[in-house]
């Protein structure tokens, strides 16, 4: 079992900007691609961004594609979601998911999540 940790959640208003973050604990992430879910109460969770093990591909869903950015440093054994200009509706747990090394291939290794809540 792989063991994510996420971090970097919080209280943000509309505009604002947080970066989580996606840490592995007792393996190494560079042969897993990371994909960060989402999920508000009520919703079904959505995947929302996703890079693969090298990091030579990325992809983003619509509701959040040229506002927020997936990056890894497979030195530091992390990945990174930069959220921009978030807005209320963003509001939801995001997760980090691994599980083959391309994000084609199922997730099934999750983190608890960090909380994201966008309110003025």
């Known amino acids: 079992q792989l063991v994510l940790v996420e971090s970097g959640g919080g209280l943000v208003q509309p505009g604002g900007s947080l970066r989580l973050s996606c840490a592995a604990s007792?393996?190494?992430?560079?042969?897993?691609?990371i994909g960060w879910f989402r999920q508000a109460p009520g919703k079904e969770r959505e995947r929302v961004a996703c890079?693969?093990?090298?990091?030579?591909?990325?992809d983003y869903a619509d509701s959040v594609k040229g506002r927020f950015t997936i990056s890894r440093d497979n030195t530091k054994n992390t990945v990174w979601l930069r959220t921009n200009s978030l807005k209320p509706e963003d509001t939801a747990l995001y997760s980090c998911g691994a599980g083959g090394t391309s994000c084609y291939q199922p997730f099934d290794s999750w983190g608890p999540g960090t909380q994201v809540t966008v309110s003025s």
């Open positions: 890079i693969s093990a090298s990091g030579g591909y990325t």
């Open positions: 007792g393996f190494s992430l560079e042969y897993y691609a």
